[in-house]
């Protein structure tokens, strides 16, 4: 069946440096995919988004990689801040006939250091 | 409105009881979505409508859940009978077109459901 999943529930970066987290799918057949923020008490925040027809895509201060030979997405933030701590998931757009459901992964806890 | 709003923030019910959770889309969107997050954990999606129609229930259990979305009211999502394992935060998403312009699903705050 579809998953996705994450390698690590938590990080924990220094503020400045740069944060990276992992994400693996295991739909080969998945071709779009986002990363959503979540913050305590909050719903979902999208992030950035990349198609299968892309290995790489940037937006302010992340970056998301996809490796669609080993399945593998990260999503890469540059001088991490204090309010970059939060949960975070990678998805991918599920179920046929293209309905829009969401498919999410486990989520990796991101705490920034001060 | 320009965010999603869901009702109530909070609910607590007894093993058993029902329990009905609302969420009122961004104005001009018609596609909503329900998941359910437990424990923080991942989501799993629930139902989906566009407008008053059922989109797509595949992930609605076939007891106990019912949900709906009547034109010029709250979407609602009811749960007959509830039990432990209920217990979760359920989030609203709205979306002018989803599978299109796919970064346009906005997600609520959520309703947090406590079943003792």
């Known amino acids: 069946g579809e998953s996705v999943g994450l390698h690590l529930p938590t990080l924990s970066v220094q503020e400045g440096d740069n944060s990276i987290i992992n994400c693996a799918y295991s739909n080969s057949a998945s071709d779009y995919f986002i990363w959503y923020k979540q913050e305590s008490g909050k719903g979902p925040q999208f992030i950035i988004d990349i198609r299968s027809n892309m290995d790489k895509r940037q937006g302010q201060r992340v970056t998301v990689l996809l490796n669609k030979t080993v399945k593998h997405l990260s999503l890469q933030i540059a001088a991490t801040q204090p309010g970059d701590s939060a949960v975070y998931f990678c998805?991918?757009?599920?179920?046929?006939?293209?309905?829009?459901?969401?498919?999410f992964g486990q989520g990796t806890t991101l705490q920034v250091k001060p | 409105g320009e965010e999603v709003a869901q009702t109530p923030k909070h609910l607590v019910r007894g093993e058993g009881q029902k329990a009905k959770l609302y969420c009122a889309p961004i104005k001009g969107h018609s596609y909503v979505f329900w998941y359910q997050q437990v424990l923080k954990n991942e989501f799993k999606f629930l139902i989906s409508f566009q407008n008053e129609n059922v989109f797509d229930e595949t992930g609605m259990p076939k007891e106990r859940f019912s949900a709906k979305c009547l034109p010029n009211s709250p979407c609602s999502l009811e749960i007959q009978a509830t039990k432990l394992e209920d217990s979760a935060v359920y989030f609203c998403?709205?979306?002018?077109?989803?599978?299109?312009?796919?970064?346009?699903?906005?997600f609520g705050p959520g309703t947090r459901l406590t079943v003792l």
């Open positions: 998403a709205s979306s002018p077109r989803p599978g299109v312009s796919y970064n346009e699903q906005f």
């Open positions: 998805a991918e757009l599920g179920g046929s006939g293209n309905t829009g459901k969401l498919i």
